[in-house]
């Protein structure tokens, strides 16, 4: 059923206001390929939270796993389509280090590698409470010398796969078949000489390509997730032996099926509380939208507020393992509220305002086109950050003790109130779901 559906998501560069390096701003994008039609049969992932809630006015998960658009690049829907990589158990990544004949490596292939690990292995470790034990292999030691000129690939920033990635990656698994078994990995990270190309401050190259099941057969397997890092994210700060790591853990996120949550028109939705959205600057950790997507909330970690009624909840940090990580609201079959708590703590590592925080998530909006938007509690307001490289708008966006907001979608009005907090940064939210005036639900 697939449609060449190849097309690439340009790169877009947005100024960040107040920083001297704004050119450094850059994010980072993904082209995915196509073969991505979503499988409204294929079964919910086993390691799936089960339906547990107690909570009144929730229920069963089951409203709240909204199903994936048809016809996108990548969706936020529930479950992810098979093709992308598992996401939870042990997932062996490989790692090789290429350079061209025109372009000799920079450094050693090892150095290259530890610029990106161990940290994008804790990352994972953190962000998944311990369920995704992610390891990396080099089994080769040494620059991979690809066959053709980096010139003769014609690498640009959104270049789709063909013809240039299709060839790289076909040469790729032919310079390195005869000592690799490419059948005993879970998804391939090409980490691409730094020299190659231009500075990642100036364009970004590096790129996904995920649920390819078209792409070039290795060892009986299709090279379906690959993801292809260039340069370095370096804004000149300082930081890059701390931060520019995470350019990764954001093409990573591709090959286990998120999508771009920056947008394509510059418009910011959200922020810097996903990865997806800004992986330069200061740490950041994934949405709880996306951790429930990706499989890792235990059992009772999420409610779901799907009937109409009065629940009240209690909800720990998000980088903590305990507690209740997420309310759901759904409001039609695609749309619904996502309420989860930020504080600063494990992957997030400068949150100026802390609290919950309330995104709405569109499963029929294509990655790239915005398919969440953190809901501001200070829309007026130019943020509280002063971290290089995080877009300030929405860094107060989340509401605090007192604080209400109040949304209304698909005939449905969705109020939740953030009833108190606890010196633990445990907070209390009441929501309520209500058939708004003139419709019934
Ligand atoms: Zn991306």
């Known amino acids: 059923m697939s449609k060449s559906r190849e097309t690439s998501h340009p790169r877009i560069r947005r100024p960040r206001r107040g920083s001297a390096f704004a050119a450094a701003a850059v994010l980072t994008a993904a082209v995915v390929a196509p073969a991505a039609t979503p499988h409204p049969s294929a079964p919910a992932s086993p390691e799936r939270a089960p339906a547990l809630s107690a909570r009144p006015a929730t229920g069963s998960l089951e409203p709240c796993t909204l199903a994936p658009g048809h016809g996108l690049q990548m969706s936020e829907g529930i479950p992810t389509h098979r093709g992308y990589s598992r996401s939870t158990g042990t997932v062996h990544a490989l790692n090789l280090m290429i350079d061209f004949p025109d372009v000799h490596g920079k450094g050693t292939a090892r150095e290259r590698f530890e610029e990106f690990f161990p940290q994008t292995t804790r990352w994972f470790a953190q962000s998944s409470y311990g369920r995704l034990d992610y390891r990396p292999a080099m089994p080769i030691k040494r620059w991979l010398r690809m066959p053709h000129s980096f010139r003769s690939y014609g690498i640009k920033r959104g270049s789709p796969f063909e013809p240039g990635y299709r060839k790289l990656v076909a040469d790729l698994a032919e310079a390195a078949d005869r000592r690799i078994d490419f059948s005993r990995y879970d998804l391939v990270n090409v980490l691409v000489t730094p020299n190659a190309g231009p500075p990642a401050a100036h364009a970004v190259l590096s790129v996904t390509y995920a649920d390819n099941q078209r792409a070039p057969i290795a060892d009986g397997v299709p090279l379906a997730n690959v993801s292809f890092v260039y340069s370095r ?26 999508p771009d949550l920056y947008t394509r028109g510059g418009g910011d939705k959200v922020g810097h509380w996903d990865v997806m959205s800004e992986d330069w600057g200061a740490g950041n950790d994934l949405l709880a939208w996306h951790k429930w997507k990706l499989g890792w909330f235990g059992p009772g970690q999420v409610a779901c507020a799907s009937r109409s009624g009065v629940s009240a909840h209690t909800l720990t940090p998000l980088h903590r393992a305990d507690g209740t990580k997420m309310v759901f609201v759904p409001v039609s079959a695609s749309t619904g509220y996502a309420v989860e708590v930020r504080t600063s703590g494990g992957n997030d590592e400068a949150v100026c305002k802390p609290g919950v925080l309330i995104s709405r998530v569109d499963t029929r909006v294509d990655s790239g086109g915005g398919p969440v938007t953190v809901m501001d509690s200070t829309p007026d307001g130019r943020g509280c950050t002063r971290e290089r490289n995080v877009h300030p708008e929405l860094s107060d966006a989340a509401f605090g003790p007192g604080q209400t907001f109040t949304g209304s979608a698909g005939g449905t009005r969705v109020t939740v109130r953030v009833t108190g907090q606890d010196a633990d940064g445990t907070y209390g939210v009441e929501v309520t779901r209500r058939a708004s005036a003139g419709a019934r639900g």
């Open 233 to 258: 994210q370096d804004d000149g700060s300082g930081s890059l032996h701390r931060t520019g790591y995470r350019v990764l853990p954001h093409e990573n996120g591709h090959v286990f099926g998120l």
